[in-house]
């Protein structure tokens, strides 16, 4: 008796066990997955409709099972081809259904291929905004801008914006990538000369950007990490003209990336469509004078709210 | 009255220079000054009429979102029936804008500057090109063609625009573009050197 019901136990275990390999989709996490740790995902040049992108965000609803992220940025071209209400639906509601039943939000930025009146999408969670900031947690701020028309107003809100920021880490997403060894597009270099000098002195310590229907992890520029992702729907196989900027790039599937910041250090692993771990790697928070400047303004912040709080 | 005749023909002279530097001034600026008004005209109509329509939240349904802009668009161009190329881009201001653009495709970085011009400029878009598309003032802009990126370093040479308006990329055509209508407002003919 006592033997069956251990072999019954054992069976259940087993079931639960495959059960969740199978939720995986056999992924193999490699991210700390640290309690208290913030986590996000970035998707990018989403909004084909097609099987492709819905394989992934299926990828993406399983590891979030197991990597509990509570966010999801989209680095822009979140509908090609139209923009009805059934487009809304086919390109975006219906594959990431089951993250957003799971509470994850997702941000978007606007890329080449979408109306500006996205920004008004409630799901977006733009606020009505074509570039946007939002700070998920205590040191941590996400600046959201739109690389298809930087004109003088947003080019003064991001330098306002970045010097106001008294968070740690910085993490700045738009479509249009500043670096990138792509055949297609490469980089925008017009953007690069009017956005590299607000990051660098202001404590940027990562760019997402899309665009290049690839995975491309660069090494360091002026000291800031830039990550494309932008084949979450679209896919170049071979766009990658791989050079001496490139980390790590995967061309030959759809991916999405995973993140997770504890600490000083944020971690990151690409995945592609069929689960296969194609980035993964540990990298530091960027230490400028404006950095360290922000972060003892925040620590006075809360020296003060703290001697506020026992003095009443 | 020795002084008289030393001080009068200066003043005369600084009075002449001062009407000749406003002259110059205004012969420099005044086109601009022009398409700064029209440009403000037609905000004034478009908030005007966007007062007619229902409010749309910040956080809403791209049904509303789409009925919004189309209803939107129906009253302005049903405002403006007459409106044809030039209305904004006045002939006067035309040079100004040539002069800009050729500055900014042509020399150091032009190259690229064109290059990034061609991305996503609905004529030449490899992924979702529409060749046919029209540029005819008061027409839609097709939602399913992509939008072309303009450089900052030449938006911020341009003259700035209120919120409600863009400058975007037809093929060589420089476009006025509503966002909020998603309408071609005006345009300026083939101006990006070949």
Not at chain 1, 82 to 97: I, L, M, S
Not at chain 1, 246 to 265: N, S
Request: aromatic letters at 10%.
């Amino acid at each position: 008796m006592k033997l069956r019901h251990v072999t019954v136990m054992i069976h259940r275990v087993a079931v639960m066990l495959l059960a969740t390999a199978f939720l995986a989709g056999a992924v193999e996490i490699r991210l700390p997955c640290k309690p208290g740790s913030f986590k996000f995902a970035v998707f990018g040049d989403t909004g084909t409709g097609g099987r492709e992108q819905y394989e992934i965000a299926q990828q993406a609803a399983s590891c979030q099972r197991i990597f509990p992220f509570e966010l999801a940025i989209m680095l822009g071209d979140n509908m090609y081809g139209g923009e009805a209400p059934r487009d809304f639906q086919k390109k975006f509601e219906a594959p990431y259904k089951t993250l957003m039943e799971r509470g994850v939000k997702f941000y978007a930025a606007l890329g080449n291929h979408d109306d500006a009146e996205q920004r008004m999408y409630k799901l977006f969670n733009m606020n009505g905004e074509r570039y946007y900031t939002f700070r998920p947690k205590a040191d941590i701020r996400f600046f959201a801008l739109d690389s298809n028309y930087m004109d003088q107003d947003q080019f003064k809100w991001v330098e306002k914006a970045l010097t106001e920021s008294h968070s740690k880490w910085k993490i700045v997403f738009f479509h249009h990538p500043l670096y990138s060894s792509g055949r297609r597009h490469g980089p925008n270099l017009e953007l690069r000369k009017v956005l590299e000098p607000l990051f660098v002195p202001y404590g940027v310590s990562f760019v997402f950007a899309g665009h290049e229907h690839f995975y491309e992890r660069m090494k360091p520029q002026s000291g800031i990490y830039h990550v494309i992702m932008g084949s979450s729907g679209k896919l170049r196989r071979g766009g990658i003209n791989k050079s001496n900027l490139t980390a790590r790039g995967f061309d030959e599937d759809r991916a999405f990336v995973l993140c997770e910041i504890d600490g000083d250090t944020l971690y990151l692993q690409a995945i592609s469509r069929t689960g296969e771990t194609i980035d993964y790697a540990a990298l530091p928070c960027r230490k400028t004078p404006h950095a360290a400047a922000a972060a003892a303004a925040a620590q006075l912040d809360v020296t003060r709210a703290r001697a506020a709080g026992s003095s009443r | 009255m020795r002084k008289f005749l030393i001080t009068a023909p200066a003043l005369l002279l600084v009075a002449g220079c001062a009407i000749n530097r406003q002259a110059s001034r205004s012969r420099t600026i005044g086109p601009l000054e022009q398409f700064d008004g029209r440009v403000k005209e037609y905000v004034e109509l478009h908030r005007r009429l966007q007062s007619k329509v229902p409010e749309l939240k910040e956080k809403t349904e791209p049904a509303k979102i789409l009925a919004h802009e189309q209803a939107l668009g129906r009253l302005i161009k049903a405002s403006r029936p007459d409106a044809r190329q030039g209305d904004l881009f006045k002939p006067a201001v035309q040079p100004y804008f040539e002069r800009v653009l050729k500055s900014e495709f042509t020399g150091a970085g032009g190259k690229s500057a064109k290059a990034t011009v061609k991305d996503g400029n609905p004529r030449y878009d490899e992924q979702s090109a529409h060749p046919g598309l029209k540029v005819a003032v008061n027409a839609t802009y097709p939602k399913s063609a992509p939008l072309s990126t303009v450089p900052p370093t030449l938006l911020f040479k341009l003259p700035k625009l209120p919120q409600e308006l863009e400058y975007r990329f037809v093929g060589r055509n420089l476009v006025l573009l509503d966002t909020e209508a998603n309408l071609i407002v005006d345009y300026l003919p083939e101006v990006v050197p070949q």
